[in-house]
């Protein structure tokens, strides 16, 4: 089957622009989960949906940020008004059951965002 | 959230040598997850060891995990150039979301 799919690979905008990525976990999977990583750096955590509810929007680094998840599959990530510090490798996953504590993790290959 | 950390951040070795590569986290795990990520793009999980578990194997890997310390190592025997990539420790405390740690850069070099 597939595996989770994300859109576009590489995005370039100039500051000041609205992007969006979009994210297809594979099917079945309830929980969906965005990350971001910076050159040479670990994941950061941003958001986390159950269904097409997100329980912990914790990590999402400022109101500029937003995501929803929608049919409890498709998901996208918007960032209204990119700033250069923007620019990162975004990370989607999705897995079986958010609320099972052996809950592996099934990676996107990412979308390079580079704000120039 | 608290991320745990890597050590080393990079290590070098020939193919054939191991590789070990060791995780300190945080907070009380359910489980503790490596995953290994290519060329900066997406993860592949690699193993899961729950917090009852001390030591799991899979093919060439082995975990270990010491939870009076809050430290995990993953060893990886016999390496290969293949296994060239960075490596990265989750914890799961319970709730749904993994906190991954900065990553080892490993380089086997033929």
């Known amino acids: 089957g597939a595996g989770v799919s994300q859109s576009p690979s590489n995005k370039v905008t100039e500051k000041g622009k609205d992007v969006e990525l979009r994210c297809d976990p594979i099917?079945?999977?309830?929980?969906l989960y965005w990350y971001r990583q910076s050159l040479g750096q670990g994941l950061e955590f941003l958001i986390y949906?159950?269904?097409?509810?997100?329980?912990?929007k914790s990590g999402l680094p400022s109101d500029r940020f937003s995501a929803e998840r929608t049919g409890g599959s498709v998901s996208t990530l918007t960032i209204q008004r990119t700033q250069q510090e923007d620019s990162a490798v975004y990370l989607c996953?999705?897995?079986?059951?958010?609320?099972?504590?052996?809950?592996?993790?099934?990676f996107g290959p990412g979308t390079r965002l580079t704000v120039l | 959230s608290q991320q745990g950390e890597e050590d080393p951040q990079a290590l070098s070795i020939q193919e054939g040598e191991n590789a070990t590569m060791n995780c300190s986290y945080k907070?009380?795990?359910?489980?503790l997850q490596w995953y290994r990520q290519n060329s900066g793009r997406g993860l592949v999980h690699l193993i899961l060891?729950?917090?009852?578990?001390r030591e799991k194997h899979s093919g060439r890997l082995r975990v270990t995990l010491d939870t009076s310390k809050k430290s995990s190592s993953l060893l990886i025997t016999a390496s290969r150039a293949a296994d060239t990539a960075s490596y990265f420790c989750a914890e799961n405390s319970g709730y749904s979301t993994l906190t991954f740690g900065k990553g080892t850069m490993l380089l086997v070099s033929p």
């Open positions: 949906f159950q269904g097409n509810s997100a329980p912990d």
């Open positions: 099917s079945g999977h309830t929980a």
């Open positions: 996953a999705s897995s079986r059951a958010g609320t099972d504590s052996y809950n592996e993790q099934f």
């Open positions: 907070t009380s795990i359910n489980n």
């Open positions: 060891i729950r917090s009852n578990e």
